[in-house]
């Protein structure tokens, strides 16, 4: 049985334990669907629905009774996604530009030749990626445009190009897996500079 917001947000003054259940019951794996199409791991998006349940049970006594319980999930939502891949992309950022400081000193002839044939790879991967997703990737990475640039300039949301950046890069790296565990030490040091 499906119990309205309002009766649910009513109740939370009286039983706040009684009404998140009922949100939970309704809300969760319909949050949970939607989370796994915007990330790319089913363990994170369980992750990130749990945060929107901690948030929800925080401010639950906040929540007025003609507020509707959906939008205001799906906002709690957005907002964590949008942190996680800001916090994904200065961690990749960070990783990439030390492992390019320490493989610069480092580099042999057949480090050179390893990173040759990773350049061919990215390349042709670059190439096969869908043509919006490439053109995305390439002003960040090639022009150095901010996200907020490449949305203005493509006349997309700034979270279209949050998301199209982020399955690029999970198509690069899921590309490099597939190779000996030099070539991909090499990757990461091409990658990297390609991120910075």
């Known amino acids: 049985m499906k119990v309205t917001d309002k009766d649910i947000l009513q109740l939370a003054q009286t039983d706040p334990r009684k009404a998140f259940h009922w949100i939970f019951g309704q809300y969760w794996e319909e949050l949970y669907r939607h989370a796994c199409r915007r990330v790319d791991s089913a363990e994170t998006a369980k992750d990130l629905v749990q945060e929107v349940f901690i948030t929800c049970w925080d401010n639950l006594g906040k929540l007025s009774a ?9 906002a709690v939502l957005r907002n964590k996604i949008l942190k996680l891949f800001e916090k994904d992309e200065v961690r990749l950022r960070y990783a990439l530009q030390h492992a390019a ?3 610069a000193t480092d580099i042999d002839p057949q480090q050179q030749l390893l990173t040759k044939e990773l350049e061919d790879i990215l390349a042709d ?3 096969a990626l869908p043509e ?8 960040r990475h090639d022009e150095g445009l901010s996200i907020r640039e490449i949305a203005d300039r493509l006349h997309l949301s700034e979270q279209t190009v949050k998301n199209q950046l982020h399955t690029a890069t999970n198509r690069l790296r899921d590309r490099f ?3 000996g565990l030099s070539l991909i030490m090499a990757g990461t040091v091409l990658w990297m500079q390609q991120a910075v």
């Open 125 to 127: 991967e670059i190439g």
């Open 66 to 74: 003609q507020e509707h319980l959906q939008p205001y999930l799906y």
């Open 101 to 103: 400081i320490d493989a």
């Open 132 to 139: 919006r997703m490439r053109q995305i990737y390439q002003l």
């Open 177 to 179: 897996t597939g190779y």
